[in-house]
């Protein structure tokens, strides 16, 4: 059984940094694309990051220089590095994997970037 489990959310100072980390288990998830997505109240999920299985990453606009997004395969593990955070990136930030055509998803963790 697929399982993925998200951690380091919490609240931040703008300008600050976190680091979200996912573990996934239930088999090997090397082969396959996982990344993160995030929704914010009231607004429809929208993807941050993608690593695939080769490594090769791509990023939202919004993200780009400031979040880096890592995997290792040994662990089965994801990690989002998140550097000079603003308001805006307040949301719950959740990970997945794409296997084939189904796409598995963690329950999420709340990320709050406010002063």
């Known amino acids: 059984q697929v399982r993925l489990v998200e951690s380091g959310g919490g609240l931040v100072q703008p300008g600050g940094s976190l680091r979200l980390s996912c573990a996934a288990s239930?088999?090997?998830?090397?082969?396959?694309?996982m990344g993160w997505y995030r929704q914010a109240p009231g607004k429809q999920r929208e993807l941050v990051a993608v690593?695939?299985?080769?490594?090769?990453?791509m990023y939202a606009d919004s993200v780009k220089g400031r979040f880096t997004i890592s995997r290792d395969n040994a662990e089965n593990t994801v990690y989002l590095q998140m550097n000079t955070l603003k308001p805006e990136d307040t949301a719950v930030y959740f990970c997945?994997?794409?296997?084939?055509?189904?796409?598995?998803w963690g329950q999420g963790t709340q990320v709050t970037v406010s002063s």
């Open positions: 690593s695939s299985s080769s490594g090769t990453t």
């Open positions: 239930g088999m090997s998830f090397s082969p396959y694309p």
């Open positions: 997945y994997v794409q296997i084939q055509l189904l796409t598995y």
